[in-house]
């Protein structure tokens, strides 16, 4: 193509698709700039704050009551008519997000057409990681993997055998690999999107703007979505202070400090993180989140080095391939795992590990896509899904050979580590029969902490800013209130599960995500209609038909002169 073939191309482009990355239609302030007052929607604030009451009072009052509804209605309702949607939902993020960034939408910046990324990359992915699951792999990291080992999935391998160890490792990484940070990436994509190139204010119900119409995004549709955000968002950021505590008491218990973590010790871990991470929310993302998540992975780097270095190296370095090509080879069988495939004894099992952790990761999407869209403005589309969904899964994959392997060389060489004591004393075991026992057990009840403390931090940020129309920096009150009842709600979550207070969390997690599915489906849906009349797209769209209408013009000119040359001969 020629200089003025191009130059003739982009002179036919309509002025109207804008030269800076918004729609003319679309010119309002970036991201929240809420240029005042933050202003609480007193409907979405209200009814979300009501209903957690609701739950809070009924827990402390009933737990008993609680826990057996919630019993009755996710094994008798939700495991054996819903599994099925969590599964096929999970599997499908993935398909949307990887085929958006192969696809021209992935050239697209969430922002400016020539806007710069915000954070440094190191910093973005730190933080990035440590709000997204740090807390679940301190408590999971050694569990899972020698749990599969002793109780594989129904019908896949022989308890403790070798077919188990490869079963073990492939399971693992599916449910903490490449499906969880799509799920994630879906939302945060989404968020980002409509906020950063649009110009909609940072709500989750804005993103629906193409699918619903403005009118109804702002209107009582757009508002229990927003209610459904933070709801799902209490929930999961609580369901992981839970799990911290429990690992926090496991680890005290386990150095000797005391004889067992009661419920009352739980509670009162749960009140002293509590108010750290609400310290730590209202200093902010800059400051706060991002010097917590940068300290955080140094200490997580230190411990991993440790494990690898003192542990099994040469086995867990083998089992990086190994775990790799299991993963792969079983990919298929383990994502479509449903109850028609084992019966009752697979529906208890898939409540407990696969539909748990996709309900827990979608019930986390509303601030871990959110937080995730919050530091991810200036990058492409494709920068962001192989940033969001590529590295930490790198990361994963490596964190549970080294434990994950430590873990099963220790299971199969007589350390009872599955069947020694509760799931969250299951790193503690590990780490006893390794040198320096106490120190180390120390650092991981201090990385429990941190990365519970950042990652809760980001969860009250965004819980303010659903609660106050979108504000980027929501005002003090609203973060500690959320914060506040972050906690409570994880205190009734873990006597709700009474003696096995894994069981309440999961119960729970697993409830409130059930309607969360069907908004995430439907941000799909808007996204692509978003993407399908970017600016960037119109332009490329418009350029290619004045090209072909040039072209055409041009064809018939040389037919037209070779008719003439023709006749003259």
């Not at 679309?26 to 991201?31: G, R, S």
């Not at 495991?79 to 696809?103: E, K, M, N, Q």
């Not at 809760?456 to 609203?478: E, F, Y």
């Amino acid at each position: 193509m020629s200089a003025d073939s191009e130059t003739e191309a982009r002179a036919r482009v309509p002025e109207e698709t804008g030269i800076a990355g918004h729609l003319p239609d679309e010119h309002v302030p970036p991201v929240g700039d809420a240029a005042g007052t933050p202003r609480t929607d007193r409907t979405v604030f209200g009814v979300a704050a009501a209903l957690a009451l609701a739950i809070i009072v009924w827990g402390v009052a009933s737990p008993s009551s609680l826990a057996n509804i919630a019993d009755t209605v996710l094994n008798d309702a939700v495991i054996p008519y819903g599994g099925w949607a969590f599964v096929l939902a999970a599997s499908g993020f993935v398909v949307f997000v990887v085929a958006l960034a192969v696809s021209r939408y992935g050239r697209i910046r969430l922002g400016r057409d020539d806007e710069k990324p915000e954070f440094r990359t190191a910093s973005w992915i730190a933080m990035m990681f440590s709000a997204g699951m740090g807390i679940g792999l301190m408590f999971f990291g050694v569990y899972e993997p020698v749990s599969h080992l002793a109780s594989p999935p129904p019908g896949t391998a022989a308890a403790g055998s070798d077919e188990a160890v490869h079963t073990a490792m492939a399971t693992t990484l599916f449910h903490w690999t490449v499906h969880p940070w799509a799920i994630y990436a879906v939302v945060g994509l989404a968020i980002a999107y409509s906020t950063f190139r649009r110009g909609r204010s940072q709500l989750i119900s804005a993103v629906f703007a193409p699918l619903l119409g403005r009118r109804r995004t702002e209107g009582p549709l757009g508002k229990a979505i927003d209610v459904m955000a933070i709801f799902a968002t209490l929930f999961g950021s609580a369901a992981s202070l839970g799990l911290g505590a429990l690992q926090v008491g496991g680890g005290m218990a386990s150095v000797g400090w005391i004889d067992s973590p009661g419920t009352g010790l739980l509670v009162g871990i749960i009140a002293i993180l509590t108010v750290a991470f609400i310290a730590s929310a209202v200093s902010g993302i800059a400051k706060g989140i991002q010097w917590l998540s940068n300290i955080n992975m140094v200490l997580a780097a230190l411990l991993a080095v440790f494990v690898l270095v003192v542990g099994p190296t040469v086995l867990i370095l083998n089992l990086v391939p190994s775990a790799i090509g299991d993963y792969f080879r079983e990919l298929a069988e383990m994502s479509g795992r449903s109850g028609v495939t084992g019966g009752a004894e697979m529906q208890t099992w898939l409540s407990g590990w696969t539909v748990f952790y996709w309900a827990w990761w979608i019930s986390w999407t509303p601030f871990v896509g959110m937080f995730i869209a919050r530091i991810s403005r200036g990058r492409t589309i494709r920068q962001f899904v192989l940033g969001v969904i590529a590295v930490p899964s790198v990361v994963s994959l490596v964190w549970f050979a080294i434990f994950g392997g430590a873990a099963i060389q220790k299971q199969r060489s007589g350390v009872d580590i599955a069947g020694a004591g509760s799931s969250e004393s299951a790193t503690f075991t590990l780490l006893e029969h390794l040198p320096w026992f106490v120190p180390m057990a120390i650092l991981v009840m201090i990385l429990v902490s941190i990365f519970f403390v950042s990652g809760a931090d980001a969860a009250s940020v965004v819980m303010g800013t659903l609660s106050q129309k979108g504000s980027v920096n929501p005002h003090r009150n609203a973060v500690i209130f959320w914060g506040v009842l972050t906690g409570a709600v994880a205190a009734v979550m873990l006597l709700v599960g009474g003696e096995d207070g894994l069981t309440g969390l999961q119960n729970l997690t697993i409830l409130v995500a059930v309607p969360f599915v069907v908004v995430m489906i439907g941000l799909c849906v808007s996204l692509y209609r978003d993407l399908r009349s970017d600016p960037m797209v119109i332009r490329e769209r418009e350029m290619l038909r004045s090209l072909a209408e040039i072209h055409e013009e041009r064809t018939g000119d040389e037919r037209r002169r070779r008719r003439l040359r023709a006749r003259r001969t």
